[in-house]
Structure formats: C-alpha cells, structure tokens
C-alpha cells in the first residue's frame, strides 16, 4: 500500500490498489529514458513501439486486477497476456508480468517481502503451469531452449505440451527452476525475487523524477548482470559486452546517450533487465515512491 | 466497440472495453509529440511532468469503468477526478474526463454518435451537477469566471456552491450551457460534441504511426479554434496568437519543434485543445483505430 494518505490528504481521495500500481509500473518502466537497448518514449523500433506499450499496458490490468483479487497466479498471468496481445507490436510485456502477477498476489496478501513472494511462488500448481503454457498461444516471444531430453516441455509448443506437464506433475515453480539458469525472470522465481527487491531499494535510494531514477537503477541492472534476453537472441557474449560498455557507461567512459542509439540500431534489446526494473518500480510504488 | 477480432484472430483474445480505450487515450495524448504547449513525451513542464500524466491515466480508470457501466455521469466524473489526483502533478485531465465521462456513457450504449452523446449530457441531473462541483474538491483547476451575477455558482466554490445550484435547479448540461461561451471544454457539451468527433475522423484519415495521426490532428485542431484555456490563462490575444501561429506551422512558414519550443518556455498551455485531442482518440479507437 502507498503511504500517501499520510502525506498528503489532498491527494488521498482514491489511493493506488496494488493492480494499478502494477500497471503503472509498466508504464514507468517503458517512460524512463534514456534505457539502452529498450524501447522508451525517445527510442523505439519501426514495430515496436512506444504506443504498442501504452496499449499492451492497458490491457493488462485486468489479469492484474485478477491477481490483486486472489485468483491463481497463472489464471491472472493467462489473462493479462491476452490482454497485453490487443496490440500489433506483439509482446510488449511478458517478462514483467511473469514477475509482477506473483508480487501482485504477496502485496494483496500485505506481505510484498522476498519471504512473501517466495511463498506465493513456491504454492503455484500444475494448472498454473498449464496457464502459463496456453499464455504462449497469445503472442510469439522469444525463448531459450528447453533444457536437453525436454523437448516435450518446449514452451513455443504452447498448449500442446500440456499433456506432458500433467504426466511429469509439474507445477510453475518446477518449470521456472528447470529454465532458470537461462532466463532471468526465471531466476527471480526461484532467487526470492532478489534483484526487482534491490531494484526498488535503488529507485528509493536515488534522487529525481521518476524517469530518471528508473533510467539510472535500469543501467545499474544492466551492468551488474548479463542480460538473458541478449544471450537467447545474441548470444553470451553479446550479453557480456553489453554488461561491460553498461558499467562503462557508468564510470563515465562511455557516453550514455551514443550508447542507446546504438544498441536500437542493432537491434540489441535487454528485455530480462527491463522486466526486473518494472518489477522494481512495482515493488517501490507499494513503498510509497513519491509521484 | 473495436473490430480487431474481425482482422486479426491472433490479437483477440481481449478486445479492449469502453473505458480501456479511454483510458488508452488518455495515454496516447499525452505521448503524441509534438503537441506545441502541452506536456509529451519530449517536453514538460517541472512540476508537471510526463510521469504525472501517466499516474493520471492510471487513476482515473475506475472512474471511466463507473461511466461504462452506466452510472449516472456525475458520479462518474468526480470518481475519476478523484483518481487523477493521486499524483503531484495536480490537473493532468479535469478537461478529458469531462468530455470523456459522457462519451463512454454512449459508447457503453453502442451509440457513439454526435446524436448519442447529445442525448446523454441532455439526460444529466442536478445531482451531476453537484458531484462535478465535489470533483473541485480533488484539485485546482483553471477556469473562466462565472457568468456575470452567478458568483455564487463559482465552480471554484467546490461542494460549497451546491446549494446554489439546487436552488436554482440547475443541471450539469444548464452548468455547461452557462459556461459554453468562455470555456471549449462546455462548448463541446451543447455542440454535439462536434470538434471531438471532427478530430477523430481526421484520426482516421490520416496515416503514420498514432503519435504521428495526434501530432498532426492536435496542431489542425489548434490552428481552427483558439484555445479558451489559454484565453484563460493568458488573454483573448495570446490565445489569437496561438491560433495564427498554429496555421503558420501547418503552412509550413514556421517550425513546429521551435514553437513547441517556446510555448513551454512561455508557459503557454493550449488544454481544451489536448482535451478535444483526448476524446478524439477516444472516438477513434472505438471505431478501430489500428495499434
């Protein structure tokens, strides 16, 4: 819950609920500017835009809503990505709501900790893994492999691999632990959502508007990890050398600005670290992050 | 109502309700640059920024689902201003609601029509009346004196001047009537909402990207009618100005950056303009703008 009731009666005639802190977190995440590498309202690519976002963000809410209210996780998840699919750029927001359906639920639940989401995750069932399969007839996204000898489970297989989840009896949480070493928001899953906690830590740490708060904490993210998005569609060592001209960047060694540019001309997206700082933004507005 | 189902199967899962394009359009104004004046995604003011607008975007769409389901627009109205302000960036869309809150009302009823929206701000109440007088209570607004005489109906005065309207039995459509004249916010309400749907069939006629169709149909818009909120703010003159310089962009005689430029250098806020900006979007989508 936000804090602004107590700071500031004017303003606390109708106080954010959790799903509407959520969804704007989206459009926070995709506002802050400059984030290398990621559509923002200066950067886009020809199709996939800024406005592709703002529509895929409206469509959401109400599989947020879904969450905010209790339902299982991948019932919500299932909704909010048929909503997000409302619009022409394709997935505009998958990674993130994967994140922010479970701390959806923990802040509903009034317990948004490490601890609370990782409870939420860790009771997830064989259907919300079969809600997360059928979320992928929505939209194409791109994916790592599955793991060898897991074919069956290929996630682009969409609803045809239900069947096998059944027979193998498993739950999300089982299907986020066997892609975690690959995918990062698949690691959040199974890490106690370490990195979207240090995120709003940070975004509640730094000074200014919102937009650059998100732009710095983003570019911090980026630095410190390699983004999985970047090896699935570049390969490891595109990731790493986007994690080190991030920290040079950082360290001043590299302009900012130059650096965005480029990595949209060559079409270099870290979706992971974009997801992880919706997630953050999420996290910090339940805080209160002043807005 | 949207036709994505009948173009694109893919992209149907949820189509968009009523009050999800209006709360889209909300967002699309707001991103659609240049937009000479008002707050976008490239220019703002420093205590009115983008991020306030989407905050206001976001809270506000209670309010809008309250009017798609048909609740009186009043109440409609004040829930969402009420939403609006829980950011610091203070009046981001008073104007919009007040022509969105009625459209939604007609397109909930399949009737989106210049007919169909007449029909509803002719069905408004003294009680509507009231609860638009309590959404001043939310924020401070600019506005037009009141008529000569009717100080006591000041909508400035918030709830305190709703004993004055039922005294004089005065409907929100009466209130709106009163401040047709000075105010193109009103004028839309006892105009069959003429510029708003103008501004949407040239939505639709135009080609480029959303943020391209807004840019453009907002200047065409600008350079036809002078602004009354910068008649407000700035005198009848400026507001000329506005207008005549509007037409000089769209003849190509002036540049349209430089002007946005230095109408926000000069404080200068053409509102009603984004306003009608807004509900023409709102129309648009309903119609199946392509995003």
């Known amino acids: 819950m936000t804090d602004l009731s107590e700071t500031d009666p004017v303003t606390a005639t109708t106080p954010r609920a959790t799903a509407e802190n959520a969804q704007l977190a989206?459009?926070?995440?995709?506002?802050?500017?400059?984030?290398?590498?990621?559509?923002?309202?200066?950067?886009?690519?020809?199709?996939?835009?800024?406005?592709?976002?703002?529509?895929?963000?409206?469509?959401?809410?109400?599989?947020?809503?879904?969450?905010?209210?209790?339902?299982?996780?991948?019932?919500?998840?299932?909704?909010?990505?048929?909503?997000?699919?409302?619009q022409r750029g394709g997935n505009t927001h998958f990674g993130a709501l994967l994140l922010l359906c479970p701390l959806v639920r923990a802040g509903a639940a009034d317990d948004l900790t490490p601890g609370g989401a990782a409870a939420v995750v860790s009771c997830t069932t064989v259907e919300d893994a079969a809600d997360f399969y059928r979320a992928f007839?929505?939209?194409?996204?791109?994916?790592?492999?599955?793991?060898?000898?897991?074919?069956?489970?290929?996630?682009?297989?969409?609803?045809?691999?239900?069947p096998a989840l059944r027979?193998?009896?498993?739950?999300?949480?089982?299907?986020?632990?066997?892609?975690?070493?690959?995918?990062?928001?698949?690691?959040?899953?199974?890490?106690?959502?370490?990195?979207?906690?240090?995120?709003?830590?940070?975004?509640?740490?730094?000074?200014?508007?919102?937009?650059?708060?998100?732009?710095?904490?983003?570019?911090?993210?980026?630095?410190?990890?390699?983004?999985?998005?970047?090896?699935?569609?570049?390969?490891?060592d595109v990731a790493r050398e986007v994690t080190e001209r991030a920290e040079a960047v950082l360290a001043g060694r590299e302009d900012m600005e130059k650096f965005a540019d480029e990595l949209v001309d060559r079409g270099i997206n870290p979706g992971t670290t974009a997801d992880i700082t919706a997630a953050g933004l999420f996290v910090a507005l339940e805080r209160g992050l002043d807005v």
Chains 1, 2 share one sequence.
């Open 26 to 86: 989206l459009l926070y995440e995709v506002a802050g500017t400059p984030k290398p590498g990621n559509v923002d309202r200066a950067r886009e690519y020809s199709d996939l835009r800024f406005e592709h976002f703002l529509a895929g963000a409206v469509g959401v809410r109400r599989g947020l809503e879904t969450a905010e209210a209790g339902e299982p996780v991948g019932t919500a998840f299932e909704r909010a990505v048929g909503g997000m699919a409302t």
């Open 137 to 162: 007839e929505h939209v194409d996204v791109a994916v790592a492999d599955p793991p060898e000898n897991l074919d069956e489970l290929d996630v682009r297989r969409g609803e045809e691999a239900i």
């Open 167 to 236: 027979g193998r009896d498993l739950t999300l949480f089982d299907v986020m632990e066997l892609s975690a070493e690959r995918d990062g928001v698949a690691r959040e899953w199974v890490s106690r959502f370490e990195r979207s906690f240090d995120l709003a830590d940070r975004l509640g740490a730094l000074d200014g508007s919102v937009s650059e708060r998100t732009s710095r904490a983003y570019l911090e993210a980026l630095a410190a990890t390699p983004d999985t998005f970047v090896a699935i569609n570049h390969g490891t």
